[in-house]
């Protein structure tokens, strides 16, 4: 499977953006998906993951109450949407297909990782 992450780019602080991620090859619909970013000098860092139907999802800390993940299986797309955003956040930001229905916040619950797509948050 591969995964096409795109809408990334320049937003001012405070402002939204909505990054998406389509798989081809092979469908993702009974694997949990997730979001992950990595800023410069920085390890790669859970943001968000949602259940294979889009009955649970997770948070990192650092997001929970400005970030929604999203998923349309029938589209075989993940969606993230960021709001309220600040110049922390700024990183590439990258899709991964989860192991199992449901998956967690490390980065062996995952086995296919998407090319990234950047984020830069001015102040």
């Known amino acids: 499977v591969q995964l096409q992450a795109s809408g990334g780019g320049l937003v001012q602080a405070g402002g939204s953006l909505r990054v998406s991620c389509r798989a081809s090859?092979?469908?993702?619909?009974?694997?949990?998906m997730g979001w992950f970013r990595q800023a410069p000098g920085k390890e790669r860092e859970f943001v968000a993951s949602i259940s294979w139907n889009g009955g649970g999802a997770l948070y990192g800390d650092s997001v929970k109450g400005r970030f929604t993940i999203s998923r349309d299986n029938a589209k075989n797309a993940v969606y993230l949407q960021m709001n309220s955003l600040k110049p922390e956040d700024t990183a590439v930001y990258y899709c991964a297909g989860g192991l199992r229905p449901y998956s967690g916040r490390s980065l062996g619950d995952y086995r296919s990782w998407g090319q990234g797509t950047l984020v830069t948050v001015s102040s």
């Open positions: 090859g092979r469908a993702l619909s009974n694997n949990a």
